[in-house]
């Protein structure tokens, strides 16, 4: 089973940066894809950006420019570097993988992570 675990979060002012890491573990097959998604308390679930194996991400509108996801693939960790961060970015991040799925909807996702919170004050 697949195994991932976020850190990084925490409380920062607008302006400032976080990056998180999602850890990843028991992957069976050499290609797969995993996704950074947010939910704040309220609203829904919403994606950030996605980043496979090879490496190819692709991000939401609101997140060009200011995040970036990679993939160290020697620790198996998945970083989001954020940066110029406002309070509309304070969520819950949670990190996602699947074997088949690329993409934004998070329904289709069969790993999840615990998340990482995201506070951000003005």
């Known amino acids: 089973q697949v195994r991932l675990v976020e850190s990084g979060g925490g409380s920062v002012q607008a302006g400032g940066s976080l990056r998180l890491s999602c850890a990843a573990s028991g992957y069976i097959y050499s290609t797969y894809y995993m996704a950074w998604f947010r939910q704040a308390p309220g609203k829904e679930r919403e994606g950030v950006a996605t980043?496979?194996?090879?490496?190819?991400?692709f991000y939401r509108d609101f997140a060009k420019g200011r995040f970036t996801s990679s993939l160290d693939n020697a620790k198996n960790t998945l970083y989001l570097q954020m940066y110029n961060l406002q309070p509309e970015d304070t969520a819950m991040y949670y990190c996602?993988?699947?074997?088949?799925?690329?993409?934004?909807?998070?329904?289709?996702?069969?790993?999840w992570g615990q998340g990482t919170q995201v506070t951000v004050s003005s």
């Open positions: 996602a993988a699947d074997y088949w799925y690329r993409g934004f909807s998070g329904d289709e996702y069969n790993y």
């Open positions: 980043t496979d194996s090879d490496g190819t991400t």
